[in-house]
């Protein structure tokens, strides 16, 4: 058994390698929100505001849409058998992605695919917007209901920086939150 003292000391020592933490996380459980998306409007506000770093998912939950009412059959955010455009002569919002899917963006970034399902860290700030891949939403018709879940907590916290053991290193302190 070791006495205090040289308890003592074998801390020390780590927080001299180590450095020290006081850390807290902000931000608590993710928050959840269902949000309607219609096949026959154009980008759609969905009432979330993302910060950079923001971890985002999107799932599908229900409902059925179609992107040419009597042409092409009922199907979900993936597009169903919808096709998918690789030409340069594109004019959905997302070449490479069927057309009929369910797609989205921060503010007026570039757009990314959903389909079912997506699930990303925020690398811009804004509103996410969500929107069928389909260039003319005049003859759309359907929605389709997701939940967007966002997890905003970040973990702040002061750590002592002690050099570790080099010699001229000196101590510090650093501040802020990741």
């Given at each position: 058994?070791?006495?205090i003292?040289?308890?003592l ?24 929100m ?6 026959h409007?154009?980008?759609q ?5 993302l910060a ?5 998912t ?18 979900g ?11 340069s ?46 260039v ?17 907590s ?25």
């Amino acid at each position: 058994m070791q006495s205090i003292p040289s308890r003592l000391f074998l801390v020390l020592a780590a927080f001299l390698v180590q450095g020290f933490a006081c850390t807290n996380t902000i931000g608590g459980a993710p928050s959840f929100m269902s949000v309607a998306v219609d096949a026959h409007e154009e980008w759609q506000d969905s009432r979330v505001s993302l910060a950079i770093g923001d971890d985002v998912t999107i799932e599908y939950v229900e409902g059925q849409w179609t992107n040419w009412l009597g042409m092409v059959p009922f199907h979900g955010p993936d597009g169903g058998l919808s096709y998918v455009c690789t030409s340069s002569r594109c004019v959905e919002p997302l070449p490479g992605f069927p057309q009929g899917g369910l797609i989205g963006r921060i503010g007026f970034a570039e757009p990314f695919g959903v389909g079912d399902y997506a699930a990303f860290t925020a690398d811009t700030d804004g509103m996410l917007q969500l929107r069928m891949n389909d260039v003319g939403t005049y003859d759309n018709k359907g929605s389709v209901l997701v939940r967007v879940t966002l997890d905003q907590s970040v973990e702040c916290g002061i750590w002592l920086d002690m050099g570790g053991l080099n010699p001229g290193v000196a101590l510090g302190f650093r501040a802020g939150c990741v």
